[in-house]
């Protein structure tokens, strides 16, 4: 049988009105959807009922499927004319092995497309209310991924610890200290101001702000759950100005609490 092909689709970082139109009329008129725990539970309750879904993640150290048995799965899937959706959170190609799931795809000959996603970057940053760049504060932004190997960062120091540039750590937390420790003895003063944001974009959305020296015990303090994502620099300032979010649910419980109330 032919016709199956596969459809490597970000999903955002969470709130599922975040989907790009795309993403949604392929998650519609999917055969089966791969999925991991990036992918929000709002997401997974557009999947329609009848849609085969194959849970592929990974948790810290224990993969629930290997990355090659993943891309088996999705070879074999499309060869038996499936219309396969492997949903990814953010966006494919950022920190997200796009890259190698499609990578076996195209070495087998199967149909498959790639769908953008808003990464957790700029997500997270939106509704934690941080511009990542701002003519004042930061002209540039960089993405790096704060996964230990060995219990330490493998990164280049020099080129993070400079000044009007913001940073953008993702898988960070286990990592926290040793990044803000790396990032002052690398010359970036201890007073940078930086925060930690927990769930980004969906309601269980909880930021903590503080310093280079401040954060590493504010975010312990904090029982923080996973995804967090970490950003550094001038630009997270402007967060006591700019949040949105929290505001407009602290607006919307009170409107519910009291929905009599004359203002
Ligand atoms: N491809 C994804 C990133 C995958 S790496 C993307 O483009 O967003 C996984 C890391 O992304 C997590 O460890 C966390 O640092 C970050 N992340 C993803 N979604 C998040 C969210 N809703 N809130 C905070 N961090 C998030």
Redesign the pocket.
């Known amino acids: 049988m032919s016709g199956g092909e596969v459809a490597l689709v970000?999903t955002g970082?969470?709130d599922p009105d975040l989907l790009t139109i795309r993403a949604l009329r392929l998650i519609e008129r999917a055969d089966v959807v791969l999925y991991d725990n990036?992918v929000s539970p709002a997401i997974m309750a557009m999947v329609g009922a009848s849609t085969r879904r194959v849970y592929v993640g990974k948790q810290r150290n224990r993969h629930a499927m290997r990355q090659e048995s993943i891309n088996e799965l999705m070879v074999e899937l499309a060869r038996e004319g499936q219309r396969v959706v492997r949903l990814?959170?953010?966006?494919?190609f950022?920190?997200?092995r796009g890259g190698e799931e499609i990578e076996t795809l195209s070495e087998q000959g199967i149909r498959f497309e790639v769908v953008p996603?808003i990464?957790?970057?700029s997500?997270?940053a939106a509704y934690a209310g941080i511009p990542l760049t701002h003519r004042a504060y930061a002209q540039a932004c960089v993405f790096i991924t704060g996964h230990l190997q060995d219990g330490s960062m493998n990164l280049d120091w020099p080129m993070l610890a400079r000044p009007r540039q913001t940073i953008v750590?993702?898988?960070?937390?286990l990592g926290l200290d040793e990044l803000c420790r790396q990032l002052v003895a690398h010359g970036l003063p201890a007073s940078t101001p930086a925060a930690i944001?927990?769930?980004?974009?969906?309601p269980t959305q909880r930021v903590v702000t503080g310093t280079l020296e401040s954060l590493p015990l504010l975010a312990a303090q904090a029982s923080l759950r996973?995804?967090?994502?970490i950003i550094v620099g001038d630009v997270v300032r402007l967060r006591e100005k700019l949040q949105w979010f929290e505001r407009r649910g602290a607006a919307q419980a009170e409107a519910i609490e009291s929905p009599h109330s004359a203002n």
């Open positions: 970000g970082p969470g990036l990814k959170g953010g966006d494919p950022i920190f997200g996603g990464t957790a970057a997500g997270v750590c993702y898988m960070g937390f944001v927990q769930q980004g974009t969906q996973a995804p967090t994502l």
